[in-house]
């Protein structure tokens, strides 16, 4: 019995290694639709047939950091929610994704949040996965480790909490094989790369885009080279805008409404934006 244990296991990680090895090739010849937004600032686009098991739906949004930085912004609320695309619209915001997990009873952002020095919210019941930093001003931006310290040691204007944190000096960190981090969803990752800053949406729940989990999501980054990752609020709060497309901005597939359209925001209490 336990001879017959092993060999099974065996031939299950044998599998896995194949079909990563094959997802791992499958990626790095994918095709990807590029639109520059801005002069600095490109909106790649991709759909897979057959990536991590099914069809995906990927946005991604590369902001070069030596032209934006001093444009990168948050903007959230202490209490309520609005859908991404009017936050964006009200802050002039070129592109924007959700940011942080929020109170659904009562908005707000779950986790500590600072916008231009000011504590907007602070974690009183902090979410069991927020255990990174995203910290910038208009100098320097950081993705860092939740510590003890880290956030005397960031007296950055612009603080964000979130995560599980999924890259680290590009390499991946060991995330729990739990419910949340193992099943796909929707998933909305921001990752720094070189001198650039991504923001990254893969849509889910519907068979066209199936979502991933986050050790999937962790090794989508790490293909693409990124250096520092953190997830951000998925689910029905997945959403990536950009400035002057149809359908509100919104250029990925939200699932609230259960329908693979446009259509689907969730309202959610930050996003991250570039400003106009």
Partial sequence: ?????????????????????????????????????????????????????????INLIEIDLRRHLKNLRLAGLSIGTKLSSSFAQEKNAIVASNGGFFNTKIGGAHDFIKINGTVVNVSSNKHPRANAYLAFDKRTIQIIPQTKDSLRETALDNVLLSGPLLLDDGLRINIKNDKFNRNKHPRTAIALKDHTLILLTVDGRNKKSHGLSLHELSQLLAWYDCDKAMNLD?????????????????????????????????????IIYIKD
């Fill in 1 to 57: 019995m336990k001879s017959l244990f092993l060999s099974l296991f065996s031939l299950f990680i044998a599998f896995s290694v194949k079909a990563q090895h094959v997802d791992s090739i499958t990626f790095c010849k994918q095709v990807w639709q590029e639109q520059h937004v801005k002069k600095g600032i490109v909106w790649k686009q991709t759909h897979f047939q057959h990536l991590f098991g099914g069809e995906q739906e």
């Fill in 234 to 270: 998925g689910g029905g709060s997945t959403t990536l805008y950009i400035k002057g497309q149809p359908d509100d901005g919104i250029v990925n597939y939200p699932s609230d409404n259960k329908t693979f359209d446009h259509q689907g925001e969730r309202p959610v209490a930050n």
